[in-house]
């Protein structure tokens, strides 16, 4: 099964300050990669689709790139409603898997 | 509006079976495939199964495979998960998910707010 690698595992940002999370792959996914925003005690949420598109409703502050193995989710600006923890997961082999998630706290 | 609510969750024998559901509401459910995602006590998601919006196609994670069993039902706009052979690194919260970009992109764009299995003697 692929692997999907996170880093860093914690990542400590001020408020307005940039945030760039890094998922790496085990073997190529071409673009078929996600991007999913967690909250303490709530379902994930869709951010991004295709490593660069953004899912319905989700701000532009948030974008996505990358393709093969290795990819990168950036939020230009932080906001308090963005402190979470962030999962990448491929879709383009069986099974699907995700990675063991980044966690985007206040400095 | 879009809501998955998942329902069945609950304690359980190491060995025994229970099913969780998903009742799907403000969308043609028998257009998307549908996913199960679990996430065990401050741990990372795992993705669990799939299953094809006419559920001829399903596909399991290795750990599950074997012991797990996604089904829908169309006409009642359910999801299913029937878990068998129960261990107690299956305790989780089990979401379902919805297949809901294209048929490019399974990426889960909708989410349940997930149903608690704790597996224990």
């Known amino acids: 099964e692929i692997v999907m690698t996170q880093s860093p595992a914690t990542l400590s940002v001020s408020p307005g300050e940039r945030a760039t999370l890094s998922c790496r792959a085990s073997q190529s996914i071409t673009s078929k990669l996600a991007w999913y925003q967690q909250k303490p005690g709530q379902a994930p949420r869709l951010l991004i689709y295709?490593?660069?598109t953004r899912a319905t409703g989700i701000p532009a502050r948030f974008s996505g790139s990358g393709s093969g193995t290795d990819f990168t989710l950036t939020i230009s600006s932080l906001q308090s409603e963005d402190f979470a923890v962030y999962y990448c997961?491929?879709?383009?082999?069986?099974?699907?898997?995700f990675g063991r998630g980044t966690k985007v706290d206040v400095k | 509006q879009v809501q998955l609510v998942e329902s069945g969750g609950g304690v359980v024998q190491p060995g025994r079976s229970l099913t969780v559901s998903c009742a799907a509401s403000?969308?043609?459910?028998?257009?998307?495939?549908m996913h199960w995602v679990r996430q065990a006590p401050g741990k990372g998601l795992e993705w669990v199964a799939l299953i094809y919006y006419d559920g001829r196609d399903k596909y399991y994670a290795d750990s599950v495979k074997g012991r797990f069993t996604i089904s829908r039902d169309n006409s009642e706009n359910m999801l299913f998960l029937q878990l068998n052979s129960l261990r107690v690194d299956d305790t989780a919260v089990y979401y379902c998910?919805?297949?809901?970009?294209?048929?490019?992109?399974?990426?889960?764009?909708?989410w349940g707010q997930g149903t608690k299995v704790t597996v224990s003697s």
């Open positions: 403000g969308f043609t459910f028998s257009h998307y495939g």
């Open positions: 295709g490593a660069s």
């Open positions: 998910a919805r297949w809901g970009i294209s048929a490019d992109h399974d990426a889960l764009d909708i």
């Open positions: 997961q491929q879709y383009n082999n069986w099974p699907r898997t």
